[in-house]
């Protein structure tokens, strides 16, 4: 059974950074696309980014794109998400998700982590 676990959120101003972790329990994630997922209140659910197992490609949306990095953590078996410059819009609830797939899943990802909460505000 996987189960992925977020960590690393919490409350910060604009401006500042935060770093969330993905780590999962029965899986090397090294072997698998991860995708990152953000939720606010009020909006649709919106995939931020992913990393591929195939070419270790990366892939960020618009939104983040210049801001955010994501990358893998071998020896901890997990997959960060480095988030700098936040801004009030960033506020939502982070998730990560695979597919067990090596490639970026194209549809919903079938694993979920339960989520951890970023907030952003002065």
């Known amino acids: 059974q996987v189960q992925l676990v977020e960590s690393g959120g919490g409350s910060v101003q604009p401006g500042g950074s935060l770093r969330l972790s993905c780590s999962a329990s029965?899986?090397?994630?090294?072997?698998?696309?991860i995708v990152w997922y953000r939720h606010a209140p009020g909006k649709e659910r919106e995939r931020i980014s992913c990393?591929?197992?195939?070419?270790?490609?990366?892939r960020y949306a618009n939104s983040v794109k210049g801001r955010f990095i994501i990358s893998r953590d071998l020896a901890k078996n997990t997959v960060d998400l480095q988030m700098n410059n936040l801004e009030p819009e960033d506020t939502a609830v982070y998730f990560c998700?695979?597919?067990?797939?090596?490639?970026?899943?194209?549809?919903?990802?079938?694993?979920w982590g339960r989520g951890t909460q970023v907030t952003v505000s002065s």
């Open positions: 029965g899986v090397t994630l090294h072997y698998y696309a």
């Open positions: 998700a695979t597919d067990l797939t090596p490639p970026c899943p194209a549809g919903l990802p079938e694993y």
């Open positions: 990393i591929s197992s195939s070419d270790g490609s990366t």
